[in-house]
């Protein structure tokens, strides 16, 4: 269907109706400041945050590179998008009725919005359906599974806990036959399959537990369903639909967002049993991931709640579990290297889930594990370690480069420091000696990934001569200025510089093999004034090009 023209009235009830902090917070993690929200501007590359929101105004505006507008104006500048079809988009999101100035256009609109309140309606219906069979014989099995996990009724009835019949048709008996429900809804709800070959559907859930995920309304927009016997998968979702994308949604969310705004930090979960029994036991901010990694579209979501954006991830401690919990950090790691999200992997001992601790744990010790949760890098950088037998050669060159490559990415200096510091002791086992060898080993390692990775910050003179002469004099005054050594050294650590051009790093790794091998003796006893080349300047110069490096061209520099 073309792009219809809008009513005036229906863009003014989006514009009205849309709140602007939900709108960008799906695209850019704000952070309140006053009575407005800040970020990092996605029309830019932004350093540090420069764009506002404003909620009073339902305005944004990035006060480095000038861009600004309202709902609709950020939608159609992120995905360059028209406008009709942004404010159509808009009016599905928030059910405005959709007013065209062509009537057939009109009718066809609401059609289309008709189908997703329909859809609402028939999932709500499978819902009570599946809560109702629990409670008779037929769902005997499953209400005694629900008692073994110590699960009380309160707690059944609170997370609208259901079974589906064994049947083949059972449902589809119910909604289609006795309901009159048109198939193809039942069918675009995710309830029934279509036969291969021939005519009919078939139930997708049958003899299995009911779990319904519900949107942030509380609406139901799809099913979780556990098998009860030895069938295959042990836990089947609804397909993806007009109302469920599973990548975008997190069960409990709906229970759990007042809880996450007032503890200030949110609990991620593996499973729909692992939210059921922390929830019972009193912590009320967890949500689950429905069993696939933490995506950057729920982390995003989770955001919107906690103004400090930590997140504990609280993954099994198995293989699969540790799997997951890699692949969340790979998914939302800019945002972890920029410190948008506060991001704690929480490991619970003996590999139990959150169900399996609380059965024979108090919530009180579960609180006192998050507490302790170590920091995402911190997290990573252990299991590097406990991976490594730091006694073969090959294991422990393994292990530093992928540390490196950890730290070469964090884009703090003073956080790159400590951690640099941190894995050299952990890596020397207590050797003093060899600490400090292997720190700045490890600093230079870290320096060369910051060098190739698209973490380099380090903004380069447009002008290669300009570039090439900067270099060339940094060299000169290095050698022909012993004074001055320690601090060009120190100021190049501490930015985590390195010379652009290929001759120039080769000379200066040339500089520090050879000054290595003087040592600080040997240096002191070669101390001269720029006309009188020290022994390290001698055994250097067949390697330095005149026009690069000309002894008599440079001025001097006061004493320290």
Aim: aromatic share 8%; net charge negative; proline share 5%.
């Amino acid at each position: 269907m073309d792009i219809p023209r809008l009513h005036p009235d229906t863009i003014d009830d989006v514009k009205h109706r849309v709140d602007i902090v939900d709108v960008v917070s799906e695209h850019v993690v704000l952070r309140k400041q006053g009575k407005d929200f800040v970020g990092l501007c996605p029309f830019h590359d932004d350093k540090s945050p420069s764009f506002s929101v404003s909620p009073g105004k339902q305005f944004y505006y990035c006060f480095s590179c000038g861009a600004g507008g309202n709902s609709i104006k950020f939608l159609m500048e992120l995905g360059k998008r028209s406008f009709a079809d942004v404010v159509l988009d808009l009016a599905r999101r928030y059910q405005i009725p959709v007013k065209t100035l062509e009537p057939a256009q009109r009718q066809e609109l609401q059609r289309q919005i008709s189908l997703r309140e329909q859809l609402y309606e028939v999932l709500a219906l499978a819902g009570r359906f599946y809560e109702h069979a629990l409670q008779q014989s037929q769902g005997e099995a499953a209400l005694t599974y629900l008692k073994s996990r110590q699960l009380s009724n309160e707690t059944i009835q609170q997370f609208q806990l259901g079974y589906a019949p064994a049947g083949w048709q059972t449902l589809y008996g119910y909604l289609v036959e006795q309901k009159r429900y048109p198939v193809e809804l039942i069918e675009k709800a995710g309830l029934i399959i279509p036969r291969q070959g021939e005519r009919g559907y078939y139930d997708r859930f049958r003899d299995r537990l009911m779990i319904p995920i519900h949107d942030l309304q509380g609406r139901v927009i799809g099913f979780g369903g556990r098998a009860l016997g030895d069938e295959q998968p042990k836990y089947l979702n609804s397909p993806e639909t007009e109302l469920f994308d599973k990548g975008k949604t997190l069960y409990g969310l709906d229970k759990a967002r007042t809880a996450i705004a007032k503890q200030d930090r949110a609990v991620v979960v593996e499973g729909y049993f692992d939210v059921i029994a922390l929830h019972t036991a009193g912590i009320t901010n967890a949500v689950a991931s429905l069993g696939t990694a933490f995506s950057l579209a729920q982390v995003r979501q989770l955001l919107r709640y906690t103004e400090s954006k930590q997140v504990i991830l609280n993954f099994d401690a198995d293989a699969a579990g540790t799997k997951a919990a890699e692949r969340t950090i790979g998914e939302v790691a800019d945002l972890a290297y920029q410190g948008e999200v506060q991001l704690r992997i929480l490991n619970i001992p003996d590999g139990k889930d959150p169900d399996e601790f609380l059965r024979t744990h108090s919530p009180e010790e579960y609180q006192t594990l998050l507490e302790s949760a170590p920091l995402w890098l911190d997290w990573q950088i252990q299991q590097v370690l406990a991976q490594t037998d730091l006694t073969q050669a090959d294991q422990f060159q393994q292990s530093t480069q992928e540390i490196a490559k950890l730290l070469g990415n964090l884009p703090n200096a003073t956080l790159r420091t400590h951690y640099i510091h941190q894995c050299a002791e952990r890596l020397s086992q207590n050797n003093a000696r060899l600490a400090v060898q292997l720190e700045s080993d490890l600093r230079t390692q870290v320096r060369g990934q910051r060098w190739h990775g698209r973490s380099q910050k380090w903004q380069r003179p447009s002008d290669r001569t300009l570039l090439e002469e900067s270099e060339a004099q940094l060299l000169r005054l290095y050698l022909h200025m012993p004074d001055y050594r320690l601090l060009i050294k120190e100021s190049l650590e501490e930015r985590d510089l390195d010379f652009s051009l290929g001759h120039h790093r080769f000379l200066w790794q040339q500089i520090m093999q050879i000054e290595e091998t003087v040592g600080e003796a040997g240096l002191a006893t070669n101390q001269r004034t720029s006309r009188h080349p020290s022994t390290l300047d001698t055994e250097l110069e067949p390697l330095i090009p005149f026009d690069h490096l000309d002894h008599h061209s440079h001025s001097p520099l006061p004493t320290p």
